[in-house]
């Protein structure tokens, strides 16, 4: 059981590039999100997916795009990356939204640097 | 406008003493708060939560207080263990009609304990 696993665990990047940050579930949580954390500052939340098949912006969502592809796996694009989005990124699920069944469970994060 | 305030960013406590870790909030929308702990280059971890219906609640060593009158919740550890050390996060979320939903953290305080 590896709960929540993301990839890659480092990334460089040119501005203007592309990527897609990879996460994936294993616990048959119905709800996933993407957090950014930057130096000084908490965990915001970029974008969160209530369950499969659906998709809502959260914080910080500008520059970023997402695709929940089936309930295991939630996918974050950078389409042109920027360097204020220099950044940890952290992927997370839960059973659900809010109350008892909100406990988020995180994977390890990916670092990402936009030169 | 930061919802979620942790105002201490650092905290040091001796070994088997209490520490307490402190969080106000302004939004009275919250209605579930949670604390979670991360260590350096990893994802945060859930420790604790409370509904806004209670006032207390205790996991082990870990108790959170919840005094809504006053928006501030506190996080006690007790005794606190060297394994403690780590950065504390506190979260605070809403869910609202149509399947609208908050979650916001403090920026965290990081908590050194002292052998």
């Known amino acids: 059981n590896a709960g929540v696993t993301q990839t890659p665990k480092f990334q460089v990047l040119k501005t203007g590039q592309s990527m897609t940050l990879q996460c994936a579930q294993d616990?048959?949580?119905?709800?996933m999100y993407w957090y950014r954390q930057d130096p000084g500052m908490g965990l915001r939340l970029i974008y969160y997916?209530?369950?499969?098949?659906?998709?809502d912006k959260g914080e910080v969502p500008n520059g970023y795009n997402v695709s929940r592809l089936n309930k295991r796996e939630f996918s974050l694009r950078l389409e042109s990356a920027a360097p204020s989005q220099t950044s940890v990124y952290f992927c997370?699920?839960?059973?659900?939204?809010?109350?008892?069944?909100?406990?988020?469970?995180f994977g390890p994060g990916t670092r990402l640097t936009v030169l | 406008d930061q919802q979620v305030k942790q105002n201490s960013p650092s905290l040091s406590v001796q070994e088997g003493r209490i520490s307490i870790l402190n969080c106000d909030y302004t939004?009275?929308?919250?209605?579930?708060f949670l604390w979670y702990k991360k260590y350096p280059a990893e994802g945060p971890t859930f420790l604790i939560s409370?509904?806004?219906?209670?006032d207390k609640n205790e996991d082990g060593r870990f108790t959170v207080f919840l005094n809504k009158s006053a928006k501030h919740l506190s996080l006690h550890i007790v005794p606190s263990q060297p394994g403690d050390s780590a950065v504390y996060f506190c979260?605070?979320?809403?869910?609202?009609?149509?399947?609208?939903?908050?979650?916001?953290f403090g920026k965290g305080t990081k908590l050194s304990v002292i052998p």
């Open positions: 997370a699920s839960s059973v659900s939204l809010g109350g008892t069944g909100n406990e988020q469970f």
């Open positions: 616990m048959n949580h119905n709800s």
């Open positions: 997916s209530a369950s499969e098949g659906t998709t």
């Open positions: 939004n009275s929308m919250f209605d579930y």
């Open positions: 409370i509904s806004s219906i209670k």
């Open positions: 979260a605070a979320s809403a869910l609202r009609g149509a399947g609208s939903y908050q979650l916001t």
